[in-house]
Protein backbone atom coordinates (compact mmCIF):
# COMPACT_ATOMS: atom_id res chain seq x y z
CA UNK A 1 0.00 0.00 0.00
CA UNK A 2 1.44 3.59 -0.91
CA UNK A 3 1.84 5.88 1.44
CA UNK A 4 -1.74 8.35 1.32
CA UNK A 5 -1.07 10.51 3.94
CA UNK A 6 -3.81 10.04 7.40
CA UNK A 7 -6.01 11.92 9.47
CA UNK A 8 -4.01 13.63 12.08
CA UNK A 9 -6.97 13.01 14.45
CA UNK A 10 -7.33 9.58 13.76
CA UNK A 11 -10.53 9.56 12.78
CA UNK A 12 -12.22 6.52 10.92
CA UNK A 13 -15.14 8.46 9.72
CA UNK A 14 -17.75 6.09 7.73
CA UNK A 15 -15.37 3.09 8.46
CA UNK A 16 -17.33 0.22 9.48
CA UNK A 17 -16.00 -1.90 12.29
CA UNK A 18 -16.95 -5.51 14.01
CA UNK A 19 -15.95 -5.38 17.78
CA UNK A 20 -15.98 -9.09 19.02
CA UNK A 21 -16.88 -9.14 22.57
CA UNK A 22 -18.09 -5.09 22.87
CA UNK A 23 -20.51 -5.73 25.08
CA UNK A 24 -18.06 -5.12 27.92
CA UNK A 25 -14.63 -4.33 29.45
CA UNK A 26 -12.17 -3.66 26.73
CA UNK A 27 -14.66 -4.22 23.77
CA UNK A 28 -17.00 -1.99 24.99
CA UNK A 29 -14.59 1.06 25.31
CA UNK A 30 -13.11 0.20 21.89
CA UNK A 31 -16.56 0.61 20.49
CA UNK A 32 -17.18 3.49 21.92
CA UNK A 33 -13.72 4.99 21.24
CA UNK A 34 -14.63 3.85 17.37
CA UNK A 35 -18.14 5.59 17.21
CA UNK A 36 -16.67 8.84 18.31
CA UNK A 37 -14.07 8.72 15.69
CA UNK A 38 -17.02 8.81 13.52
CA UNK A 39 -17.27 4.90 12.59
CA UNK A 40 -20.27 2.62 12.16
CA UNK A 41 -19.73 -0.03 14.67
CA UNK A 42 -21.35 -3.50 15.01
CA UNK A 43 -21.08 -5.59 18.20
CA UNK A 44 -20.86 -9.27 18.42
CA UNK A 45 -21.23 -10.52 21.68
CA UNK A 46 -23.01 -13.40 23.73
CA UNK A 47 -24.83 -10.89 25.82
CA UNK A 48 -28.38 -11.17 25.33
CA UNK A 49 -28.85 -7.44 25.97
CA UNK A 50 -26.16 -6.71 23.09
CA UNK A 51 -28.19 -4.54 20.83
CA UNK A 52 -29.14 -2.06 23.90
CA UNK A 53 -26.10 -1.93 25.35
CA UNK A 54 -25.01 -0.89 21.42
CA UNK A 55 -27.65 1.64 21.13
CA UNK A 56 -27.00 2.99 24.37
CA UNK A 57 -23.54 3.71 22.53
CA UNK A 58 -25.23 5.36 19.44
CA UNK A 59 -28.38 4.77 18.30
CA UNK A 60 -27.68 4.93 14.48
CA UNK A 61 -24.63 4.14 14.22
CA UNK A 62 -23.70 0.89 16.48
CA UNK A 63 -25.53 -2.46 16.50
CA UNK A 64 -25.19 -4.81 18.85
CA UNK A 65 -25.76 -8.85 17.31
CA UNK A 66 -26.00 -11.70 19.46
CA UNK A 67 -23.07 -14.08 17.93
CA UNK A 68 -21.77 -16.67 19.40
CA UNK A 69 -17.72 -16.80 17.98
CA UNK A 70 -17.45 -20.47 18.26
CA UNK A 71 -19.65 -21.48 15.93
CA UNK A 72 -19.96 -20.86 12.42
CA UNK A 73 -23.53 -20.50 11.65
CA UNK A 74 -24.20 -17.92 14.11
CA UNK A 75 -20.61 -16.08 12.46
CA UNK A 76 -21.97 -15.98 9.22
CA UNK A 77 -25.39 -14.81 10.30
CA UNK A 78 -23.95 -12.01 11.76
CA UNK A 79 -21.64 -11.30 9.02
CA UNK A 80 -24.78 -11.25 7.03
CA UNK A 81 -27.00 -8.97 9.20
CA UNK A 82 -23.58 -6.46 9.36
CA UNK A 83 -23.62 -6.33 5.27
CA UNK A 84 -27.52 -5.50 5.48
CA UNK A 85 -27.29 -2.95 7.93
CA UNK A 86 -23.75 -0.97 6.46
CA UNK A 87 -22.90 -2.39 3.21
CA UNK A 88 -19.21 -3.43 3.87
CA UNK A 89 -16.65 -4.44 6.84
CA UNK A 90 -13.42 -2.60 7.03
CA UNK A 91 -11.90 -3.48 10.23
CA UNK A 92 -12.59 -6.51 13.19
CA UNK A 93 -11.51 -6.09 16.64
CA UNK A 94 -11.19 -9.55 18.38
CA UNK A 95 -11.82 -8.75 21.97
CA UNK A 96 -14.05 -11.90 23.09
CA UNK A 97 -12.36 -13.99 25.44
CA UNK A 98 -12.27 -15.95 29.00
CA UNK A 99 -9.69 -16.39 31.48
CA UNK A 100 -10.48 -19.61 32.97
CA UNK A 101 -7.74 -20.09 35.51
CA UNK A 102 -6.37 -23.25 36.99
CA UNK A 103 -2.87 -25.04 38.17
CA UNK A 104 -1.13 -26.85 35.15
CA UNK A 105 -1.33 -30.14 36.92
CA UNK A 106 -5.46 -30.13 37.61
CA UNK A 107 -6.97 -27.37 34.74
CA UNK A 108 -9.96 -29.80 33.33
CA UNK A 109 -10.32 -30.74 29.83
CA UNK A 110 -13.52 -28.43 30.31
CA UNK A 111 -11.39 -25.42 30.84
CA UNK A 112 -8.70 -26.07 28.74
CA UNK A 113 -10.54 -26.66 25.35
CA UNK A 114 -13.55 -23.60 26.68
CA UNK A 115 -10.44 -21.15 26.94
CA UNK A 116 -9.04 -22.39 23.36
CA UNK A 117 -11.77 -22.68 21.27
CA UNK A 118 -12.79 -19.20 22.76
CA UNK A 119 -9.66 -17.58 22.63
CA UNK A 120 -8.05 -18.53 19.92
CA UNK A 121 -10.00 -20.88 17.34
CA UNK A 122 -12.85 -18.03 17.79
CA UNK A 123 -10.58 -15.42 16.80
CA UNK A 124 -9.29 -17.34 13.59
CA UNK A 125 -12.65 -18.38 13.02
CA UNK A 126 -13.89 -14.70 12.94
CA UNK A 127 -10.67 -13.44 11.11
CA UNK A 128 -11.19 -16.31 8.48
CA UNK A 129 -14.71 -14.57 7.85
CA UNK A 130 -14.30 -11.39 7.81
CA UNK A 131 -10.43 -11.35 6.02
CA UNK A 132 -12.84 -12.93 3.45
CA UNK A 133 -15.23 -10.31 3.36
CA UNK A 134 -12.08 -7.81 3.52
CA UNK A 135 -10.37 -9.77 0.28
CA UNK A 136 -13.52 -9.44 -1.88
CA UNK A 137 -14.02 -5.77 -1.01
CA UNK A 138 -10.58 -5.22 -2.58
CA UNK A 139 -10.06 -2.32 -0.49
CA UNK A 140 -7.93 -3.38 2.13
CA UNK A 141 -9.36 -3.89 6.18
CA UNK A 142 -7.96 -4.19 9.72
CA UNK A 143 -7.90 -6.94 11.85
CA UNK A 144 -6.73 -6.11 15.48
CA UNK A 145 -7.06 -9.16 17.84
CA UNK A 146 -6.55 -9.01 21.93
CA UNK A 147 -3.70 -10.91 22.99
CA UNK A 148 -1.99 -10.30 26.45
CA UNK A 149 0.87 -10.03 28.58
CA UNK A 150 0.33 -14.09 29.52
CA UNK A 151 1.38 -14.65 26.04
CA UNK A 152 4.56 -12.94 26.42
CA UNK A 153 5.51 -14.12 30.64
CA UNK A 154 4.56 -17.33 32.39
CA UNK A 155 1.88 -15.96 34.78
CA UNK A 156 0.79 -18.86 37.58
CA UNK A 157 -2.47 -20.81 37.02
CA UNK A 158 -2.37 -19.51 33.36
CA UNK A 159 -1.63 -22.31 31.48
CA UNK A 160 -4.75 -22.10 28.89
CA UNK A 161 -4.96 -18.82 28.81
CA UNK A 162 -1.41 -18.26 28.05
CA UNK A 163 -1.06 -20.90 25.63
CA UNK A 164 -4.44 -19.04 24.05
CA UNK A 165 -3.07 -15.78 23.91
CA UNK A 166 0.48 -17.06 22.46
CA UNK A 167 -1.33 -18.73 19.62
CA UNK A 168 -3.44 -15.39 18.54
CA UNK A 169 -0.08 -13.93 18.28
CA UNK A 170 1.22 -16.46 16.74
CA UNK A 171 -1.88 -16.73 14.33
CA UNK A 172 -1.66 -12.71 13.88
CA UNK A 173 1.98 -12.87 12.39
CA UNK A 174 0.60 -15.58 9.68
CA UNK A 175 -2.42 -13.88 8.87
CA UNK A 176 -0.73 -10.78 8.36
CA UNK A 177 2.17 -12.38 6.13
CA UNK A 178 -0.93 -14.19 4.15
CA UNK A 179 -3.13 -10.67 3.76
CA UNK A 180 -0.85 -8.17 3.29
CA UNK A 181 -1.09 -8.57 -0.63
CA UNK A 182 -4.48 -7.71 -0.29
CA UNK A 183 -3.60 -4.32 2.01
CA UNK A 184 -5.29 -6.09 5.40
CA UNK A 185 -2.95 -5.63 8.16
CA UNK A 186 -3.00 -7.35 11.39
CA UNK A 187 -1.93 -6.67 14.57
CA UNK A 188 -2.25 -7.97 18.25
CA UNK A 189 -2.45 -5.81 21.72
CA UNK A 190 -0.81 -7.67 24.73
CA UNK A 191 -2.01 -5.24 27.85
CA UNK A 192 -0.99 -6.53 31.37
CA UNK A 193 -4.40 -6.70 34.01
CA UNK A 194 -7.00 -4.37 33.09
CA UNK A 195 -10.05 -3.18 35.17
CA UNK A 196 -12.82 -5.00 33.73
CA UNK A 197 -15.02 -7.77 35.26
CA UNK A 198 -12.57 -10.38 33.53
CA UNK A 199 -9.31 -8.77 35.01
CA UNK A 200 -10.50 -7.90 38.04
CA UNK A 201 -12.15 -11.17 38.97
CA UNK A 202 -8.57 -12.92 38.04
CA UNK A 203 -6.56 -10.88 40.14
CA UNK A 204 -8.75 -10.20 42.97
CA UNK A 205 -7.21 -9.51 46.56
CA UNK A 206 -3.60 -9.67 47.66
CA UNK A 207 -2.92 -11.71 44.32
CA UNK A 208 -3.85 -8.40 42.17
CA UNK A 209 -2.01 -6.21 45.00
CA UNK A 210 1.52 -8.11 44.89
CA UNK A 211 1.36 -8.25 40.63
CA UNK A 212 0.40 -4.29 40.60
CA UNK A 213 3.43 -3.53 42.92
CA UNK A 214 5.85 -5.90 40.70
CA UNK A 215 4.45 -3.40 37.57
CA UNK A 216 7.08 -0.60 36.86
CA UNK A 217 4.58 1.95 36.39
CA UNK A 218 2.44 0.63 39.70
CA UNK A 219 -0.80 0.31 38.38
CA UNK A 220 -3.11 -1.98 36.14
CA UNK A 221 -4.68 -0.83 32.87
CA UNK A 222 -8.21 0.57 31.90
CA UNK A 223 -10.12 -0.30 29.38
CA UNK A 224 -9.80 2.95 27.63
CA UNK A 225 -5.94 3.07 27.26
CA UNK A 226 -6.35 -0.34 25.17
CA UNK A 227 -9.20 1.08 23.25
CA UNK A 228 -6.44 4.01 22.71
CA UNK A 229 -3.99 1.49 20.54
CA UNK A 230 -7.03 -0.16 19.13
CA UNK A 231 -7.92 3.21 17.47
CA UNK A 232 -4.60 3.91 16.30
CA UNK A 233 -3.73 0.21 14.27
CA UNK A 234 -7.16 1.09 12.90
CA UNK A 235 -5.98 4.35 11.45
CA UNK A 236 -4.55 5.12 8.39
CA UNK A 237 -1.26 6.52 10.34
CA UNK A 238 -1.17 2.67 10.90
CA UNK A 239 -0.84 1.22 7.34
CA UNK A 240 3.38 0.50 7.52
CA UNK A 241 2.06 -1.51 10.79
CA UNK A 242 1.30 -5.09 10.30
CA UNK A 243 1.87 -8.46 11.82
CA UNK A 244 3.19 -6.43 14.96
CA UNK A 245 2.34 -7.52 18.77
CA UNK A 246 1.91 -3.84 21.29
CA UNK A 247 2.57 -4.11 24.23
CA UNK A 248 0.30 -2.40 26.85
CA UNK A 249 2.01 -3.14 30.41
CA UNK A 250 3.55 -0.15 32.55
CA UNK A 251 6.93 -1.92 31.71
CA UNK A 252 5.85 -5.47 33.60
CA UNK A 253 7.31 -7.69 30.66
CA UNK A 254 10.45 -5.65 30.45
CA UNK A 255 11.90 -6.75 33.85
N1 LIG B 1 -9.00 -7.67 31.45
C1 LIG B 1 -7.74 -8.05 31.40
O1 LIG B 1 -7.01 -8.03 32.41
C2 LIG B 1 -7.13 -8.49 30.11
C3 LIG B 1 -5.73 -8.49 29.98
C4 LIG B 1 -5.18 -8.90 28.79
C5 LIG B 1 -5.98 -9.32 27.75
N2 LIG B 1 -7.33 -9.32 27.90
C6 LIG B 1 -8.14 -9.80 26.77
O2 LIG B 1 -8.94 -8.74 26.30
C7 LIG B 1 -10.16 -9.27 25.78
C8 LIG B 1 -11.34 -8.55 26.43
O3 LIG B 1 -11.31 -8.82 27.83
P1 LIG B 1 -12.21 -8.03 28.89
O4 LIG B 1 -11.39 -7.91 30.09
O5 LIG B 1 -12.79 -6.84 28.26
O6 LIG B 1 -13.32 -9.14 29.16
P2 LIG B 1 -14.88 -9.01 29.52
O7 LIG B 1 -15.22 -10.26 30.24
O8 LIG B 1 -15.18 -7.70 30.14
O9 LIG B 1 -15.54 -9.03 28.06
C9 LIG B 1 -15.53 -10.17 27.27
C10 LIG B 1 -16.78 -10.15 26.40
O10 LIG B 1 -16.73 -11.32 25.54
C11 LIG B 1 -18.06 -11.80 25.43
N3 LIG B 1 -18.05 -13.21 25.00
C12 LIG B 1 -17.75 -14.28 25.78
N4 LIG B 1 -17.90 -15.42 25.05
C13 LIG B 1 -18.28 -15.04 23.81
C14 LIG B 1 -18.59 -15.75 22.61
N5 LIG B 1 -18.54 -17.11 22.55
N6 LIG B 1 -18.96 -15.05 21.51
C15 LIG B 1 -19.05 -13.69 21.57
N7 LIG B 1 -18.75 -12.96 22.68
C16 LIG B 1 -18.39 -13.64 23.77
C17 LIG B 1 -18.65 -11.61 26.83
O11 LIG B 1 -20.07 -11.67 26.81
C18 LIG B 1 -18.10 -10.25 27.20
O12 LIG B 1 -18.98 -9.21 26.82
C19 LIG B 1 -10.13 -10.77 26.06
O13 LIG B 1 -9.71 -11.43 24.90
C20 LIG B 1 -9.10 -10.90 27.16
O14 LIG B 1 -8.49 -12.17 27.14
C21 LIG B 1 -7.93 -8.91 29.05
C1 LIG C 1 -3.34 -10.64 32.33
C2 LIG C 1 -4.37 -11.38 31.65
O1 LIG C 1 -4.56 -11.31 30.46
C3 LIG C 1 -5.25 -12.23 32.44
C4 LIG C 1 -6.60 -11.65 32.50
O2 LIG C 1 -4.80 -12.50 33.67
Known amino acids: MEFKGFDKNFNITNRVAVVTGGASGIGKAVAELYIEKGAKVAIFDMK ?129 LEWAEFDITVNAISPTVVLTELGKKAWAGEKGEKAKREIPLGRFGYPEEVAAIALFLATDAANLITGENIVIDGGNTIK
Do not use: P
Not at 87 to 112: F, K, P
Open 48 to 176: ENVNEIAKEIDKENAVGIHCDITDNSSIDNAVEAVNDKFGRIDILVNCAGIALLDDAENISDDYWNKTIELNLTGAFKMSQKIGNVMIKQGEGGKIINMASQAALIALDNHVAYGTSKAGVIGMTKVLA
